[in-house]
């Protein structure tokens, strides 16, 4: 059997979309809290960007 790794296209969309809903500029805009769950990096909007790295290598 020959494997080959598949190729994702858009890798990128839960990333922006993260950041996206993240940036809620005033109060109740896009979000009320932001919390991350299921993640070892952290649980506040500070730890972000880990924890979207965190979960790429877990897909």
Known sequence: M???K???END???DR???YV???E???E?????WIVNCDVGETLDDLDLAIVE????Q
């Open 55 to 58: 979960i790429d290598n877990t």
């Open 26 to 28: 005033d109060q109740d």
């Open 17 to 19: 979309l993260a950041h």
């Open 30 to 34: 896009k979000l009320d809290c932001l």
């Open 6 to 8: 598949a190729l994702r």
């Open 22 to 24: 993240a940036a809620a």
């Open 2 to 4: 020959i494997s080959k």
């Open 12 to 14: 990128d969309k839960f």
